[in-house]
C-alpha cells in the first residue's frame, strides 16, 4: 500500500497542482515544516562554549552559535591575528582571542569547542580537546586519514563520556529526516543502489580563494600552520587554499564527498565503511599545482549495495542523492526530496508481442489482461510526491543539536563512529586514485 495513501492521477489532475518533475508526473508538493524553533533551555544555565580556528567556516559556525540561546562564546584560538579582529565582530569584545588553541581547553569554564582548523589538524586539536574534557563539534571530513581517525574514535571511547559531533549538517536536515523516513517505512522497497554526485564549474567552487590582503608571516604564525608538513616558505595561497594539497587537506573527497556519504549513510542507515573502493578521475583543468583531482568518479561497495559518487569541479550539477530501491525512488536535490512509488510489476502487455503474428498477439494479449487488470485494479497509480523544505546546508539545526547534547548528555546525530565512517569513504577513494588500483578496507 502506498505510505501516503492512495492520491491518484485523477485527483491531481483535478486540483491542477502538479508539475512535471524529471520526467514523471508530481502528484503534489509538501512544505516540509520549518526547524521547529530552538528554545532556551529550561535550567536557564549558560553552556560556554570556545572556537579553534575562525576561517571561512569557523566564523559560520561562530555566526550561528551565538544566534542562539542560552549559549555564550568565551574565547577563540587561531593562528592568523585578523581571525581573533573576525572573532570579536561576530562574538563580542569580551571574547578572550589567542593564536594558541591550549589555552581555550584550559580554561576549566569552557564546556565545549568547536574545531574549524584545515583538515590536517582536526585530530590533534580534537584529542587535546577531549583530554581537556571538553565536548567537540569537529568539522567534516573528522579525519585527515584513515588512521587518524580511528586514534580520534579511540580518544572519544577514553574521554570518559565526552563525545564528538561532526560537522556534516545534512543530517540534521528536514529534507534528509524525510528521505529517512521514506527508505526506512519501506516506500521505495528493497535498497539495491545509492547514486551521489556534485559539481561545480568556478574558480572559487574550485577552491581559488583570495588570500587575506594584510596576510604576512608577521600576523600568522606560518610554522605552527603548517604542522608536521616538510616546511615551505610563507605562501598565502597555501594558507587561503590547502584544499588543493593532499598534505593539508582532501580533496573533492574530504570536502563535498564526505557531505554526500554522510546523508546517504543517514537516509539509508548505513553506518559502516564500504568493503572497498575504487575511483578514477585526474586534474583536468585547474592547473594551478595543486595535486589533488579535479574529476573524481568513485565506486564503493558496502554489503552488497553499490554506490557511485560523481564529482567534478569542471561542470556545475546540482548536489543530489539518488536512493533506488525495489519499488522506486527517493532523490534529494535542489533543496528538495522527490519519491518516485514504482509499482515494480508489468502495467501493460508485454512490448515483445509486437513481433507475434496478428492473432497470437491478439490471443496474448487478451490472456494478459483477463489475468493483469484485477491486479493493476488492486493498485494506486504510481505518482510523485515532492517535499520542499529549508537548505539542508542550514548549521543552526546542527549546532543546536550540538548544544543540546551538551546540555542533556542525550546522543548527537552524527558521533566520531559515524563521521569515522564517513571520512573513510572519503580516504579510500583518495587513496585508490592515487594508487590506481581497488583499495579494501
Ligand atoms: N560543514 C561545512 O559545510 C563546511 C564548509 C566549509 C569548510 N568546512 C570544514 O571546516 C574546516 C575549516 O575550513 P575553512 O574553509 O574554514 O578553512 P580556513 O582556512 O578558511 O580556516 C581555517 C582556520 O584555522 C586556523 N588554524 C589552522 N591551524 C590552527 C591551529 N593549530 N590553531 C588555531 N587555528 C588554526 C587558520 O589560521 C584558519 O584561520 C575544514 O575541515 C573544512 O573541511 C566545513
New binding site residues.
Partial sequence: MSVLGPLSRRDFLRAGSGAAVGGYLAARTIDLAAEAQIAAPASGDVVRFGI???????S?LLRTAVALPGVKCVAA????DG?HTLAKQIAGQDVRTT?R?HEVLDDKSIQCVFV????F??KQ?VVDALAAGKDVYC???MSHSLVEGADMVEAVRNSGGKFVQV???RVSSALFAKAKELVSSGAIGDLMQVELQLGRNSPDGAWEYPPPLDLSPEN?DWI??Q?DVPKKPFNPYI??R??CWHQY?TGMA??LMV?LVSGMQFATGINASPDWATTIGGIFRWKDGRNMPDVQDTLLQYGRTPVSVRLTLTTETPETTRILGSKGVVEVANNSVTWIPQLGIDTSSSYYSQSFPAAMRAEYDREWHEKNDPILARHPLADVTVYRGPSW?D?RPHVANFFNAVRTRKPVVEDAVFGQHAAAACHMANASYFEGKTVRS
Fill in positions: 579553534i580556528g575562525v576561517g571561512t567556516e569557523g559560520a584560538s587561531d593562528l592568523y581571525r593564536r588553541y574549524a582548523t584545515p583538515d589538524w582536526h586539536v568539522e567534516k571530513p560537522g556534516s549538517q600568522l605552527t600552520w604542522k594558507f587561503a590547502w584544499r587537506g574530504g570536502d557531505h546546508d548549521l
